[in-house]
């Protein structure tokens, strides 16, 4: 994120676009052969979370982001120990890592999504979170698997199928955001000059 603000302040928009529009065209699928299939339940809520943790971030949504953590966070648990247990079967001692590969790939795939369409990304996500927040928690799996099911918007035609990967997962990048995002401090004015 902070190599696109860098790259977007020098070079401009169309310019960080195109860049990106490159690095897409050679990456790797977000799904990895022998990942358990994106129709899964687990899979499809922790895509939910990890698109709003980005919308949150991106749009300005912590708030909103901090109360789906809270409502739904023993099934959000769930479905994150059914996720690790279905990479475990699929990847055995490299489980882990091949999951937390896969989670960073949906977030840097969310964030590539923001620049294709910053707007359309925002209204998509405020409306998912206008939708889901007067869910019920019991209710949280039906709802994930009717949001798996829709059909995406135009700018994420590829999302479900073969999206962008383009950074390399490392251990500082697979960071998995468990809870609510904290606010950020308050911030002083800098001393007047006299």
């Not at 190599?3 to 690095?23: D, E, N, P, S, Y």
């Given at each position: 994120?902070?190599?696109?603000?860098?790259?977007?302040?020098?070079?401009?928009?169309?310019?960080?676009?195109?860049?990106?529009?490159?690095?897409?065209?050679?990456?790797?699928?977000?799904?990895?052969?022998?990942?358990?299939?994106?129709?899964?339940?687990?899979?499809?809520?922790?895509?939910?979370?990890?698109?709003?943790?980005?919308?949150?971030?991106?749009?300005?949504?912590?708030?909103?982001?901090?109360?789906?953590?809270?409502?739904?966070?023993?099934?959000?648990?769930?479905?994150?120990?059914?996720?690790?247990?279905?990479?475990?079967?699929?990847?055995?001692?490299?489980?882990?890592?091949?999951?937390?590969?896969?989670?960073?790939?949906?977030?840097?795939?969310?964030?590539?999504?923001?620049?294709?369409?910053?707007?359309?990304?925002?209204?998509?996500?405020?409306?998912?979170?206008?939708?889901?927040?007067?869910?019920?928690p019991q209710e949280f799996s039906?709802?994930?698997?009717a949001v798996k099911d829709r059909?995406?918007?135009?700018?994420?035609?590829?999302?479900?199928?073969?999206?962008?990967?383009?950074?390399?997962?490392?251990?500082?990048?697979?960071?998995?955001?468990?809870?609510?995002?904290?606010?950020?401090?308050?911030?002083?004015?800098?001393?007047?000059?006299?």
């Amino acid at each position: 994120m902070q190599f696109t603000r860098q790259l977007t302040r020098h070079v401009g928009r169309a310019a960080a676009t195109t860049v990106f529009a490159i690095a897409i065209s050679a990456s790797v699928p977000t799904w990895a052969a022998g990942d358990p299939p994106l129709s899964h339940p687990a899979v499809a809520a922790k895509k939910l979370q990890t698109d709003l943790m980005v919308a949150a971030l991106y749009c300005n949504e912590k708030q909103r982001y901090n109360e789906f953590v809270r409502r739904f966070e023993p099934q959000i648990a769930s479905e994150g120990n059914t996720l690790k247990q279905l990479f475990r079967q699929a990847h055995g001692n490299n489980g882990t890592t091949a999951l937390n590969a896969a989670v960073t790939r949906m977030a840097n795939e969310a964030s590539v999504r923001t620049m294709a369409d910053p707007t359309g990304f925002c209204v998509e996500h405020g409306r998912i979170f206008d939708d889901v927040l007067v869910v019920k928690p019991q209710e949280f799996s039906s709802y994930v698997s009717a949001v798996k099911d829709r059909p995406a918007p135009a700018n994420q035609g590829i999302a479900a199928v073969a999206a962008p990967a383009p950074v390399v997962a490392t251990p500082a990048s697979t960071a998995v955001v468990r809870g609510p995002i904290p606010a950020e401090p308050a911030r002083k004015a800098p001393p007047k000059k006299q």
